[in-house]
């Protein structure tokens, strides 16, 4: 019989014609049992507890094999007439053992107490401010002087648009000026290529080369 007494236990008491006074008697005498079953599991339970924590602020750590035998603690399964279900009746504390795996539950602040905060005034990735001010300084103001009037103007309008209308992580960017020096080295790359007539500039096969030297270019007197 277990520490509850069950109301079909009761009902074949009364059904025997056992006294109701012996009945709530003995149902008084259950509850009393069963309180004193769960007051000592859950001293047991805080006790363990207790020492993990200590173990833990004195650097001695817990090894998996003590965790395993804590969780399998004969000490904590109650099976005996006066036992309870300590999960039914039992206030567990904060730093109890987890109910599914019977470890005890992690202290963060405790088992990593010198673990580095994230450090302050540090810079997060954030989108285009639209009062954003270019500022140009030694190569890259260089490189921008030697560039065509309006030419400045016209890629930095496309910088703020391109960046304006891309989505989520790839709009961010945690130094936008580094950004923008970036960009504007790509456009002066292809502002060489054109000059340097490598880009937009098809090549004449040789088919095309023989039949021009025999029949002319198109619209070429004979």
């Keep these: 019989m277990r520490g509850r007494m069950s109301a079909g236990l009761i009902q074949r008491l009364i059904e025997a014609g056992t006294p109701v ?10 509850a009393r049992a069963e309180t004193v079953a769960a007051d000592a599991v ?3 339970r805080r006790a363990r507890d207790r020492d993990y924590r200590r173990r833990v602020r ?4 817990t090894g998996e094999g003590d965790l395993f035998a804590a969780a399998a ?3 904590d399964s109650v099976d005996s007439a006066d036992s309870v279900d ?3 009746s039992v206030d567990e504390a904060p730093s109890s053992p987890d109910k599914e795996s019977g470890f005890p539950k992690p202290l963060p602040k405790e088992i990593n107490p010198n673990s580095p905060a994230p450090a302050k005034g540090a810079r997060k990735a954030s989108r285009l401010d639209p009062g ?11 490189m921008v002087e030697r560039w065509p009037p309006g030419r400045l ?5 496309q910088f703020r648009d391109h960046f304006a209308k891309l989505p989520g992580a790839r709009g961010l960017s945690m130094d936008w000026q580094a950004s923008l020096r970036t960009w504007l ?3 002066d790359d292809r502002m060489k290529d054109r000059k340097d007539g490598s880009a937009g500039q098809p090549a004449i096969g040789r088919t095309a080369s023989a039949a021009i030297a025999v029949f002319g270019a198109p619209g070429e007197a004979r």
Excluded: K, T, W, Y
């Design 21 to 30: 006074a012996l009945i709530a008697e003995v149902a008084l005498l259950a």
């Design 132 to 142: 954003f001010v270019p500022h140009l300084a030694g190569q890259a103001a260089e």
């Design 153 to 157: 103007d016209r890629e930095i309008a």
């Design 86 to 88: 300590s999960a039914d």
């Design 42 to 44: 859950a001293e047991r």
């Design 73 to 75: 603690d004969p000490a």
């Design 185 to 187: 080295r790509h456009a």
């Design 58 to 61: 004195a650097g001695d750590g």
